[in-house]
Structure formats: C-alpha cells, structure tokens
C-alpha cells in the first residue's frame, strides 16, 4: 500500500484509482460478473451436496435451494441428481440441476391438498409459534408437509419459501413426500443393528418392492428407518404407525407382516 | 416480606399441594404396578392393565387397590413387568391370562404365584421380590429411585414421596449462590456427555449480564441405543422439573427474568406428553409460574419438540433449532452462557443432569460427593442392551467397572457366546476389548482407553459382530447426520466410509488402511463441533483394538465373524440338515432346493445371504462360511505400516 517511493501515505491516491478502475472496467460495464455454475469433479459427480451454506451465506438472497424446476411438487433429491450427474457423464453440461434430468416422472402418490387443515397451524403462528413447531402441526395435520403449505407459512412468517424449505430439509422427521397408510419404521438403533435390523430393512424393500423412503404406488404402505426407539431390550424392532411396536422381528416375521396387512386392506 | 412470614407462606404452600397426596404416602397400600416403558408397552402392558381390571372388578377391589401405570422399571428383557405392593413381588414377562391368579394370590392372599417368579440365571431358585434380583440388588438408585414407583402422571404420587421438597427448601434459604456453592461442591458434572462441572456452568451463566436467563434441559437423546433420558422423563417428569426450577432459581433470582425450555426429541412421544402434563400440575399448585410457592420467584417451562437431527444435541445447534433455524453448530469460542438462546446467557443441561439436582439438594453435597470417584462423582445410569442376558435400564455409581455392570447387573453374554466388545458413548464413543473389562467407568478413564462415557448408552457385542461392520454402522450414522457446515466432517465422513465399505468388500489396499487413519485424525482437527470431533472415534477404535480382525479383511479377504456379505457364503451341513424344508419355505428367492428328508442345497447364484434360512433352521445346518475369496495378493501388503 505503499508508493513507488515506498514514502507512506501516499497509498490513498492509488487506492482511490483502484476503485476508479473497478468502476469503470467491471461493474460499469455490466453487474453479473458471471454464470453460477455447479462444478463436477473429474467423475462428472456434483460437488453441491446441497447442504443450502451458499443459500444462506449469500448477502443479496440470489441463491436458492428449492423443489425440483421440473416438477415442482417433488422435493430436490441431492443423491438423486448425483446420480444423475454421474449417468450424464463428464463434459455434459445441464442448467438445472434436476432429481429427473435423465428419466421420466417416476409413479407417485399425491393426495389433493385440503388448505383449510392448515388453520390451526396458521393460528399458531400468530401467536407465537416457531418454525419448526409450525412444521410439526403441519406434519401432523397431512402426515407430510406438501409445498402449498410451506408456501402459505412462509407468507405468513414473512420469510423466504426457501427458508422454510431449508429448515424442512434438514431434520429428518418431517416428510416432504405424501405418506402410504401404514408407515414402517424400521429401528435402525445399535442394538436393533447387532440384532440384524439391516436384513429386516431388506427384507421389507424386498417384499414391497420400495427403496427406504419410498411409498407402494397403491398408497398403502412407506418404509422409513429411524435412529432408535428406545426399546432395544426388543431388538430388532419395528413400527407401524405410531401405536404398533413389534420386537424381535426378524425378516421372514417381517414379509409375513407385510403379508398380513396386504390381505387385510384386499379384504375391506 | 420477613424471612419468617415467607418461609410460612412456602411451607403453608406446599402444604397445600401436599394435602390433595397425603393418603398416598402410606406405603401398606395394595397396588397393583404395571410398568409402562416403551419395552413392557411393545410387550403387551395394555392388555395386561385390562385383564388385572377385570380380575379386581369380579372380586369387588376395585376401590381399595390401585393399578399404578409406572414408569420404566429398567428391567426391559422381562418385559412386561408386573410388581405387587406393598410386599414388592415381581412378576416378569406376565401373561393376561395369568393376572387373574397373581390377583388371588398376590392381592386378596399374601402368597406367591411360585411358576411365574423370576428365576435366578445361575441358580434356577425363584426370586420373589423385587429387590432381591441381582439385576437390582447391585444397583444404586438415586435419580430412578421413584421410577417403577410413581404414576408419572400423577403429581400427588411425587409430592407424597418428598417430590418439591427441595424447591421448598431453596426457596426458603433464598440465597441463589449458596445453591451454586451445594451444586458446585456435590461435584456434579454434566450427565449428557462432556461432564462439565454443573456448578461451575451456573456461576458463570449467572455472572453474564443479559435481558433474560434461559434455563434449557437437553433431552434430545440421539445416540442409538440409549434411552435414559426417555425413561427419567417417561418415569419421573417432576423430577426433571423441580430440577431446572432449582436451577433457574439459582441462576435466575435477583437477576432478571428467567424462562425455561425443555428441547424433547419428537420421537419419544410419550415423554412428551408425560411431560406436558406434569408441567400443567405443577402450575395448577403454584410449583411453577408466576410467583412460586408463594416466594415471589416466577419461573415457567416450554416444550420445544425436536425434528430428527442428531447434532441438535450439541448446544449452539439446540439453541438454533429453538428458534426455527437449521441445527447448524458455530464455533465455541463464545459460550452458550454468555450468548445462547436468542442470543442471551442460556444454562443447557441434560435431563439427568437436571434430575439429580433435588437429590443433592435434600441429601447434601457431602452425600453425593461420598459416592463414586475422585474426579467423577454421584451416580450415573446406563442403558445396557445389546447381546446380555438382562438387557436395560442401570443406575451404577461412578467407579464401578465394565465386568461388575455386565457380568454382574447385566447377567453375563448369551448362552454360548463369547464377550468381544463393549461400545459405549454412541456415535462418538469407542468400543473396548475383553483386556479392559475392569476399567472403572468414569469420565477420565473412559476417554483414556479411547471411548468415552457418553450420555450412557452401552452396547455389549459377541464373536458374532463384525468390528468392521459395527465400525461402518456408526460412521454411516454420523456421515448422514452430519449438518455440512464443516468440510472436513461433511466430506471426510463419507469418504471414509467409502474405504470402510471397499475394506468390508475385500477391494482394500493396505494403503487405504492408512489413508483411513489419516482422514480420521483430518476430521477430528478441522471440525467445529463435538459431531465432527468425534465422529472417527468408532474407527480409530476398532483400528486401536481390533486391528488383526480388520486387516484380515484386508489382507485375508475373510470376516473373521461372518457378517460382511461379499466375504461370506451360506451352506448347509448335510450332515447336520433333516431335510425338513424350513429353510426352503423361509427362502425369498427360491435358492434352496431339496427333497423332503433329504440334505437341502443353497444355490449361490440365487442366494441374496438374507440369513432368513439360519434364522429358520432349527437343527443349526445353514452355516456361514467365510475365506470364499483369494487372499489379496503382494500390491496389498504394499502400504504396511513398519
């Protein structure tokens, strides 16, 4: 900062020079300074694990993490459009980071949206309810939080959609994807592990022919995992909805359940 | 007000809550006690409550005995779990059918129904009370005392049994610091993990300057396998309550307003609701609220329910989700007593923490600090599962070692199984060998032999538990809960997982091994929280301990207990196998083949190695072999270390 003299204080004229030429070279000419653009690695694979940082960090609010562009009811799926990524191979370049750039629409359940079951909700924001609280009601409400709603929270909270999207991202209880009628909770505690609950998760993706996470197409049945129910002494453990909880559950006890209630919903 | 007049109104108040319980406190009562913990509820407590209603109803006791619904009584195994008061007789693993004769016997007799006693593990003899099983008889009891005791919705039942008294006591003494002085001396540290001085983290929450204190109780218990704070809450809410109103009183009088919050995991619905409705008691007797007891103090609790985020449990993540954001930890260079919640000194505890507080208060500092270790003192509970005979829910004091709590409470390995491993401290702990059974648990030692003592979840393993499997387990865990603020967690996790997984494959170098270690000790510096700064622990430990099981997967391509699929084959022993078709039925993918009474096959290339066919085989012919692949050859022995 100093000038050729190396005598100080004479920088202020070449720091005022600077800012001169920045004005006239860069942002005279024309604000956006470049494309944003997700960098893959040498696989092709995203680096952009999603984790909203950027969405937060940045000052002018220009990023933001959200619902997939092309079918804006289903949620961004990270694993999914690195996989993607990957099936596009290197060189490939897509704008929009999609969890369906390379296949169709899979088959899903979506329920019609009944706004009025979100009164309460919005009532309990008026006085005084948090986020996540309101989150919660809403879960509770439609067993999942589908994007009307968190629209219709975010205008009352008066804050981003995007932020109510983040929020809802990240704790692992609340579902953005409509809910089958009988939801399998998997225990995947350490006891429930070293009792061989990773055999009975397969056993069910297996017998429903669903991923972890997934809903049956039928609408009956959702497989999830949980970090631990707190009934080891029962290991492996199951649930089914939120009053069933079976132990000892090993995956031939497992497909007979599925089995079971299968025959019960054919015989209504 | 006089010091007197106060003391009057205080004692005149509790008096009050106290005169709608009097008729509970005697103790000759007849009860029926029902445990109602998620283990004994799994197992069928409903129907039991019914069947032993019916039994009192067609002999007209409805009136005089009561159907206490109780807490968890710890132990889970047996659920569930009957007691009869007031003689104490301990009824395991009852059946509906069998309430109508305990009621004959127990209730309207005084004798024992002998075939549904508990028997001994060693002995085979009858244990009739509940007291006298060794599960019990080596515990000590201070913060699960009136667990298996009181009706958790009932506050009559904890205020018949000394409940408030302590608050009573504080507030009467009305000085807040010499509450701190009690705490600080007791040498209570904190239960959910770190074991930071209570007493200390209250002075100094006291000493900050803001608009409002926060008293918060953690009770987002995330570790899998633990389940102590559920139960305290589940079994004792008011226990936890009186505690953080001591709390607040000590932090918070003379100094400001003060609120409080109890950060409960959304999982553990009845907790919850427990909980609320304690809270709702303790308002309507003026325990909690605006002026408390009628001492002037004003103190009120909010539940806040978690979402299913693991690093919620880190403080300055806790304090974030409270207000609606992501849990996303920032540095600890600011404190949370100087700046949490809303940006105001906030004192977090956990429940345990919080529960111990009226022990100590009605009991002395002297009397907690009489019991466990030099630098760890009191008592701590643990959940012990896992592959023991009498799995469940133990108070032990500090100082007592690893053998005493599994050889002796928890009643020693499975029938023909062999200890390996004891994992104790979750995600972030370690697990240790058979060569340090003897360690004492507290909090030094424990993190010494590279584990740590955790908020309490201990999972004992045997030979049938892959350390390599176990080790993939918790990083996988940590990998998916980690909050991606960090790199080195965020990335480092799951790449080291992926070695993990090449290593449980048998695709590993010897380098990787290395490249493991290093990334471990990348991840434990660059992380801002304790999620990150602890998540290699299950690794670095399972390398520390058991590195001859790892390398030979590695170096053998072999797992030594049978567990990681792309080393392992499913066979039956035909000389073994009856040729009774179990296996063929069990079989999802039709890989079996055979004739009735005849030796059956496993087709490998159908085989998915579901284990259905072990499971279902009762003369033990489906064996699982392992070594079914080459060893690795010199370009693996490569990166070995010295």
């Known amino acids: 900062m100093t000038g050729d003299n190396g005598r100080k204080g004479s920088a202020l004229h070449e720091v005022i020079e600077g800012i001169d030429f920045a004005r006239r070279e860069l942002l005279g000419k024309q604000r956006g300074i470049g494309l944003l653009e997700l960098v893959r690695d040498e696989k092709g694979d995203y680096r952009c694990y999603a984790c909203t940082l950027c969405q937060r960090t940045c000052p002018v609010d220009c990023i933001q993490v959200d619902y997939c562009p092309e079918f804006p009811e289903q949620p961004f799926d990270a694993e999914a459009a690195r996989a993607a990524a990957l099936a596009t191979g290197p060189g490939a370049s897509c704008g929009a980071v999609s969890a369906c750039v390379s296949g ?68 692992a209880q609340f579902r953005l994807q409509p809910v089958g009628k009988y939801v399998i909770d998997v225990c995947m505690g350490t006891a429930c592990h070293v009792a061989g609950a990773p055999l009975v998760v397969e056993a069910f993706s297996q017998e429903l022919e669903i991923p972890v996470g997934g809903t049956t197409p039928d609408g009956l049945f959702t497989l999830q995992t949980v970090n631990c129910v707190g009934a080891c002494a029962l290991a492996p453990v199951v649930r089914i909805g939120n009053e069933d909880t079976y132990g000892r559950v090993g995956p031939t006890e497992a497909r007979r359940l599925v089995r079971k209630l299968r025959k019960q919903e054919a015989a209504r | 007000m006089s010091g007197a007049k106060r003391n009057a109104a205080i004692d005149a108040a509790l008096q009050a809550a106290l005169d709608k319980s009097a008729y509970l406190a005697d103790d000759t009562k007849k009860e029926i006690r029902i445990c109602a913990g998620t283990a004994c509820h799994a197992s069928g407590r409903v129907a039991l409550r019914e069947a032993a209603e019916t039994a009192l109803t067609k002999r007209g006791l409805t009136e005089t005995v009561r159907i206490v619904e ?85 506050i009559d039942d904890y205020l018949a049994h000394g409940g408030y008294s302590a608050l009573a006591r504080v507030l009467k003494q009305a000085d807040p610091l010499a509450v701190i002085d009690e705490i600080e001396q007791s040498g209570l540290r904190g239960r959910g993990g770190a074991g930071f001085p209570t007493g200390r983290k209250w002075r100094s929450c006291r000493a900050n300057p803001g608009e409002k204190h926060y008293i918060v109780c953690n009770a987002d218990e995330g570790d899998p396998g633990a389940f102590m704070d559920r139960s305290v809450l589940e079994g004792n809410p008011h226990s936890v309550v009186e505690g953080m109103i001591i709390a607040a009183y000590a932090i918070g009088a003379d100094n400001g307003p003060v609120e409080g919050y109890v950060y409960v995991r959304h999982e553990y619905p009845f907790a919850v609701q427990r909980l609320r409705r304690a809270l709702e008691q303790a308002r309507e007797r003026g325990l909690l609220g605006k002026n408390i007891l009628d001492s002037g103090f004003d103190f009120d609790i909010r539940i806040n329910q978690g979402a299913g985020a693991f690093v919620c449990g880190e403080s300055t993540a806790l304090t974030l989700s409270i207000e609606g954001q992501r849990g996303m930890p920032r540095g600890k260079h600011i404190r949370t007593v100087a700046h949490g919640l809303w940006g105001q000194p906030t004192n977090l505890n956990n429940v ?13 500092a002297e009397a907690f600090a009489a019991i466990g270790t030099a630098t760890s003192k009191g008592t701590k509970i643990f959940s012990l599962t896992g592959k023991v005979m009498n799995g469940g829910l133990i ?49 030094e030692s424990l993190v010494a032999a590279g584990s740590m003592m955790g908020s309490g979840g201990m999972v004992v393993v045997d030979d049938t538990t892959c350390m390599v499997d176990f080790a993939k387990f918790f990083l996988r865990f940590t990998a998916e809960e980690s909050c991606g603020k960090c790199v080195p967690c965020r990335v480092g996790t799951t790449r080291m997982l992926e070695i993990l997984e090449r290593i449980s494959s048998g695709e590993a170098s010897l380098e990787e091994v290395d490249l493991l270690e290093k990334l471990a000790a990348e991840v434990v510096e660059g992380s801002l929280c304790a999620l990150g700064g602890s ?42 196998c009856t040729g009774c078709r179990a296996c063929v039925a069990a079989c999802p993918s039709g890989a079996i083949t055979g004739e009735r009474k005849q030796p059956h096959q496993i087709n490998p ?15 033990d012919a489906v064996r699982v072999e392992t070594g079914i692949l080459e060893p690795a050859g010199p370009a693996a022995a490569g990166g070995r270390r010295k």
Not at chain 2, 352 to 364: K, R
Not at chain 2, 539 to 567: I, K, M, N, Q, T
Not at chain 2, 605 to 619: F, H, S, V
């Open chain 1, 104 to 171: 169709e629409k899979p088959a899903q359940f979506a329920p019609e949206v009944d706004l009025k079951r979100l009164d309460p909700v919005i009532a309990g924001i008026r006085t005084g309810s948090g986020l996540v609280e309101a989150l919660h009601a809403t879960q509770e409400a439609y067993g999942y939080l589908p994007r009307v709603a968190l629209e219709s929270i975010a205008e009352e909270m008066h804050i981003p959609l995007s932020r109510v999207y983040g929020v809802a991202s990240f704790y």
């Open chain 2, 70 to 154: 109780t807490g968890c009584h710890g132990f889970c195994q047996q659920g569930p779990i009957v007691v009869i008061r007031p003689q104490g007789i301990f009824y395991p693993r009852l059946k509906p059918e069998d309430m109508e004769e305990v009621v004959e016997t127990s209730i309207v007799g005084s004798g024992v129904v002998e075939r549904l006693l508990y028997r001994h593990p060693q002995t085979g003899d009858p244990i009739a009370l509940e007291k006298d099983i060794p599960f019990y008889a080596l515990q000590k009891r201070i913060v699960l005392n009136l667990n298996g005791k009181i009706d958790p919705y009932s």
């Open chain 2, 352 to 364: 345990e923490t919080y529960a111990s507080v009226p022990w100590i208060i009605n009991n002395g």
């Open chain 2, 395 to 443: 108070e032990v004091p500090m100082g007592t070692t690893l053998r005493e709590v599994i050889f002796g409470i928890g009643g020693g390995m499975l029938p023909g199984r062999e200890f390996k491993a004891v994992q104790l401290g979750g995600p972030s702990g370690g697990c240790l060998p058979a060569s340090l059974l003897d360690e004492p648990i507290d909090f």
């Open chain 2, 535 to 576: 998540a290699p622990n299950p690794v670095l430990s399972a390398l520390r301990y058991f590195r001859d099981e790892l390398l030979a997967h590695v170096v053998e391509r072999r797992c030594p207990a049978g567990v990681c699929r792309p080393l392992i084959r499913y066979v039956i022993d035909e000389a073994a």
């Open chain 2, 605 to 619: 290339e159908l085989c998915i190695k579901c284990d259905a066919c072990r499971q279902a085989c009762r003369y």
